[in-house]
């Protein structure tokens, strides 16, 4: 079965910190993977996108890692600021094309002062 | 990049009333949307993918006859709840993909329902 597992469900930082996502996956066959941030409210807004040869991918102060061989990624956020607190999704595409993505449940960050 | 709109952002109803929810890919040609719920703190759930000029292909359990769901065209998608009743209050959103490509998926800003 298609299935994303995203660790911690939820995490609290000070502002100012760095902190590291985690997502597991076990979708098959894998065509990339995305990071999206949701804010409360809001639809999620892509911040990296990565096929399985590509290690790592940044987008300011977001960084994403890919690992295709143990099927695990990671986002990094650097220097973390209040507007960071949302929640972050790891999804995964099982194939090229306009197939349904495959969901984590999250990660609740909030950032605070 | 690539830009969906959807509307309205957020919508109050009475009980058996009938709500439209409309999905637009702004700069780009979408052949396939995906409409989401959403729960409070929950991941979102598909239900339904739309293809233009077809029939919407629902999830299990998700009630075709409920949620109506036309795409008409390459930029247009919408989702019809019908005779809503206050456990359809939800967050639902729309996710658009790109026909060339270029964009892969790009999600509307979610529509908040509250049925009363």
């Known amino acids: 079965k298609n299935q994303v597992e995203q660790s911690p469900q939820s995490l609290i930082i000070l502002e100012g910190k760095n902190c590291t996502l985690q997502?597991?996956?076990?979708?098959?066959?894998?065509?990339?993977l995305r990071w999206y941030k949701q804010d409360t409210g809001r639809g999620p807004v892509s911040l990296t996108i990565m096929t399985f040869s590509e290690n790592t991918k940044s987008n300011g102060r977001y960084t994403a890692t890919l690992d295709a061989d143990t099927k695990q990624s990671s986002l990094h956020i650097t220097a973390s600021q209040l507007s960071d607190s949302a929640s972050y999704i790891c999804v995964v595409s099982p194939n090229s094309g306009n197939t349904p993505l495959v969901f984590g449940k999250g990660t609740r960050l909030s950032v605070i002062a | 990049g690539a830009v969906v709109s959807q509307h309205p952002s957020r919508v109050i109803c009475k009980s058996g009333t009938s709500v439209k929810i409309e999905c637009r890919s702004l700069?780009?040609?979408?052949?396939?949307m995906f409409w989401y719920r959403q729960f409070p703190k929950k991941s979102l759930m598909l239900m339904a993918t739309?293809?233009?000029?077809?029939?919407?292909?629902?999830e299990q359990g998700v009630e075709k006859d409920k949620f109506l769901i036309n795409h008409a065209s390459l930029t247009l998608s919408t989702l019809t709840v019908t005779s809503a009743h206050p456990e359809d209050s939800s967050f639902y959103i729309c996710?658009?993909?790109?026909?060339?490509?270029?964009?892969?998926?790009?999600f509307g800003s979610g529509t908040r329902l509250t049925v009363v």
């Open positions: 739309s293809n233009e000029g077809s029939k919407a292909t629902y």
């Open positions: 700069d780009f040609q979408a052949t396939t």
């Open positions: 996710s658009a993909y790109d026909f060339l490509g270029t964009y892969g998926y790009t």
């Open positions: 997502c597991n996956y076990t979708v098959s066959p894998f065509s990339n």
